[in-house]
């Protein structure tokens, strides 16, 4: 299994060589359709993550690239809107785009399609999930460090596989620091309510939570407010969310969605065949990591360990 994820990731490796290098000759006129998900655009996580991934090939590749939002759950007549503008590489955003991902594949064999966050076993879709334990290991660390109540809280959003892994990570790394810190776990069953997300987190406040994380989308949003309202201490996902809650937020939990697809572009760019491959992104290729920290300071040995589960 290394050995296949190795040799898939050889491709971006040799792209990225390239780039640098300043003899990178790309095709002309490259371009993508991206459906982002529910929560669209000024999501401050997923969706606004991918988005700035194809400005970044936009502005570099000069590739195009369209977006349309799923609104009422309409996946497959927005994707399909873009399928008709004939880009070269259509992108569908988490774990609810793989279904009409796969159907509009099967429908539209010559299309290359790109699956984030789910995998898919047809040979004209490309497969980038990332391992989200390694990067909420590193926030439950911080956590555990950082509480002095010993009672922590994760929010996911949907239980899928995806949050199912910020689960476990987020809990490992807090047993690691601090065995003692109970972690409070709610699934809120949506990624779109932000009230929700408030009314989770004031519950684990009243349980003595003084640290929350969440994996929830729009959702987490709620809870990042709340937590700055009820002065305890936040840990954004996806992107930098920082911004979102400044008296709060010590970190985020960087999915690196925009590096994939900004590779995936340059991919296509240059001509390389995407080939239906599937791309497990972790730590070691910058796939997932941790925002600047904030608001807290760490002991030597805080950092120490820390520095040592960054460098594994």
Known sequence: MYMILALSLIPFILLGCAQQSGHT?????????LLVTDSGLGDDSFSDSAFQGLERARDELGITFDYREPSNGQYKKRME????QEHDVIIGLGFNAQ?????????YPEQDFVLIDAVSKLENVTSITFKEDEGSFLIGLLAGMKTTSDVV???????????????????EG?????????????YANTFNDDQKGQSITRKMVNQGADNIFHAAGF????ALKEAQAQQIFAYGVDSDQFFVAEEAVVTSMLKNVNVALFNVMTQVAEGTPLNGQHLELGIEEDGV?????RLITLTSQEQKMLDEAQNK
């Open 153 to 171: 809280g994760y929010i996911g959003g949907e239980k899928i596989p995806v949050t199912e892994r910020f689960e476990s990570g987020f809990k």
């Open 174 to 186: 807090v047993a690691t620091a601090n065995p003692e810190a109970e972690v409070l776990v709610t």
């Open 25 to 33: 000759q790309t095709k002309e006129n490259v371009s993508a359709g």
């Open 289 to 293: 990591g941790l925002a600047p920290i």
């Open 219 to 222: 959702t987490g949003i709620g």
């Open 81 to 84: 809107e873009l399928i008709q």
């Open 99 to 107: 279904s009409t991902v796969e159907d509009l594949a099967a429908k």
